[in-house]
């Protein structure tokens, strides 16, 4: 399974999807945090923190499943957390928080399994919902609910995220696809990415996607995506394997658009040539003036 950067805390490494997960969740307002069943923190969301009361060089110190729990509640979510590693299915339960200044409050868990079950340590998502309403709740709204969360997560990074399978075709984006590039994301579920890449590249980027698919790496390349209008943009991509069951079904990846600020790169280069050219012109004119005085010199001293 892929890894990303090894976690500061534990020394284990975490999955590089993960990674790009947790970039995705920071922005978001919805409190949310990953932790180990050991009870160890290992990421939190600025929303969790701020919801707690804690400084945030503090969060990764405390455990989950003690310190900012009301111990009396803690049944309902060890027997969730049990069959959510053994089972990999989601698990919804209600427990009470409790804030640094000591008020305690209800809230609804949506705990889920983010490791396949061949990896060690298991690492676990909570997303924490209010609860003031929670025993009104029904399934068909619970599972509403999921969607929006997600959907409203994904939405609102600054950046395309988008995910497709073996085949190249987009199965999700995001939003900001229609910021960036002119694009409704319905219109583009189903189409094959290579159907956005200028004719002119569209073998190259095809070869690397195929190899990319073979090797189930993650990695980042450069690539020039048509916009709506007709312009071309260049953006730096981010991608992941997307695997299930131990094989590779696709991708996900997030694209950062770089056009200007390779433009304003390649200007800045271009100005250093043209400056290192006046300068050499400058050296080589002072250069023959210095010559022609010195012939000057030696014909008036004759």
């Known amino acids: 399974m892929m890894v990303g950067p090894p976690n500061k805390s534990t020394g284990e490494h975490i999955p590089h999807s993960i990674v790009v997960m947790q970039k995705a969740l920071n922005q978001s307002e919805q409190p949310f945090f990953m932790g180990l069943p050991n009870g160890k ?39 969730s957390i049990k069959k959510l590693i053994q089972t990999g299915e989601e698990q919804q339960y209600k427990k009470y928080l409790v804030k640094k200044n000591g008020v305690v409050f209800e809230v609804q868990i949506n705990a889920y399994n983010l490791t396949e079950p061949d990896y060690e340590p298991t690492i676990i998502a909570f997303f924490i919902n209010n609860t003031i309403r929670v025993s ?10 999921q969607h929006i969360d997600y959907q409203y997560l994904l939405d609102n990074i600054n950046q395309i995220f988008y995910s497709y399978d073996l085949e190249g075709r987009i199965t999700y984006a995001n939003k900001k696809s229609i910021d960036i590039l002119g694009f409704n994301p319905e219109e583009a579920i189903g189409v094959h990415l290579w159907e956005f890449v200028p004719e ?24 020039t995506v048509i916009h709506r209008d007709g312009s071309e943009r260049v953006f730096n991509l981010k991608a992941s394997p997307v695997i299930k069951q131990g094989k590779v079904v696709g991708e996900m990846t997030l694209a950062e658009d770089v056009t200007e600020s390779r433009r ?11 400056l290192n050219r006046l300068s050499q012109e400058l050296i080589a004119a002072n250069q023959q ?14």
């Open 41 to 79: 923190i290992i990421y939190a969301n600025q929303a969790f923190i701020d919801m707690l009361g804690y400084p945030s060089e503090l969060i990764d110190e405390l455990s989950w499943d003690n310190d900012i729990t009301l111990l009396s509640s803690n049944q309902d979510e060890e027997t």
């Open 136 to 145: 009104e709740i029904t399934t068909e709204e619970v599972n509403e609910i």
């Open 200 to 223: 002119r590249y569209r073998d190259n980027f095809i070869m690397e996607l195929n190899k990319r698919f073979a090797s189930g790496k993650a990695g980042s390349y450069l690539a």
């Open 264 to 274: 304003i790169i390649k200007e800045l280069k271009k100005s250093n040539k043209t």
């Open 289 to 302: 003036l210095i010559a022609t005085e010195e012939e000057l010199r030696l014909q008036l001293d004759e």
